[in-house]
């Protein structure tokens, strides 16, 4: 008897101690042999990066290594990286027959952009067009471009444009930016809700993106426009680069409720490697009082200035950045994001989203060629082969295919 009472408690020690490894667990030991393996087996994607920005101010040529920018093909491949999304980004300006036809042609032009530079580099890398396609790129050795739209404004409220970027290869929109627009409330702005979530617009172009086999795109809408869309889509959707509220109370990122809705939609949040949505910033130092000042001025006149004062502008930001240097959150920080997603809902609902050249970067892991190390880290917390997997691009792919099927399926 007092045998089986000790096996009983020994099991159930052990089973507490399976359940509690990834987060309460002595950390693992860990080898670079180790990392690499599991790394390189993963079809890794990261499902943001504002990269494109820098492609459209020429001189830039995505096969060689760029000394400041976060993402090329060079990194990509040092990093282990199959497979990146590349948004061609507008911003939100106010919506005048003018601006609405300049975001339309800016993001044709990044799009034609992103071809050319993968044309110039076709030993390196492919255009991709469909979930599969990352393992089909990867297995011949060379790295998959995915292209994304991030603002609905590029639509300008004309719902064939849907489909038009779609056939342009677009396989992601993501519905706003830091203003609202005409398809819903963005997190950011601090005018009163225009729609109060998702406008009928908004519902147009989520239901044409469902028939297309377009993915939704749910980073940078308010709240109520997420659960809106959430109702609205008929497919699983994904927050392409956002983060957890409850560790960095940022309102770009998710909340437990949003996250929960999220993984009964069978989607995934992709979580994002900018520094202020990973931890709270210290707000009483001068770089973040200077950040703020710089912030307020880019929110207010950044889109009534020229070229060349855009380019004054980022010339002066970089410099009060370099000046006053601020410690970054790192990816111990941003693998406690993982966890919480993983203890609120399980593996299957968080991935990686950057956002490198937009904003992101992190302590250890500051452009894509470090990304083993957030490999390393979730290693060394007790995560399995099959977890890191799934995290890496096996959840956003599924999400992907899905979206696929439902598109194949639905009576068009
Ligand atoms: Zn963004």
Known sequence: MKNRISFTATLLFIILLTVNSRSY???????DEEVKRIHDKAITVD????????????????????????????????GGLDAMFFAAFVGQKPRTTENYQEAYQTVHQMIDTIYSQVERNRQLASIALTAEDASIISKQGKRAVY???ENGFALAKDIRR???FYNKGARYITL?????????????????????GLSAFGRDVVGEMNRLGMIVDVSHISDQSYFDVIKES????????????????????????MIRALAKNGGVIQICLLSDYVKDPDTTTIRYKKDQEMRAIYNEKWSSMNEDQKAEFR??????REKYPRALANVSDLVNHIDHVVKLVGIDYVGIGSDFDGGGGLSGCNDVSEFPNITREMLRRGYSEEDILKVWGGNFFRVFRQVEEYAATAHN
Request: charged letters at 30%.
């Open 25 to 31: 667990g002595q950390p693992k030991k860990v080898t």
């Open 47 to 78: 499902t943001h990066c504002d990269t494109p920005m820098n492609m459209v101010r020429g001189n830039f040529d995505i096969g060689k290594k760029q000394s400041s920018g976060k993402v090329d093909l060079v990194k990509m491949k040092e």
């Open 147 to 149: 292209i994304g739209i």
């Open 162 to 164: 849907v489909e038009e």
């Open 176 to 196: 706003s930016h830091s203003y609202h627009n005409d398809i819903c409330d963005s997190s950011t702005d601090r005018a009163k809700p225009e729609h109060n």
């Open 234 to 257: 008929k497919a699983p959707v994904i927050a392409s680069h956002s983060s957890v509220r409850a560790l960095a109370n940022n309102d770009r990122n998710m909340t437990d409720d």
């Open 315 to 320: 010339k002066q930001w970089t410099e009060i």
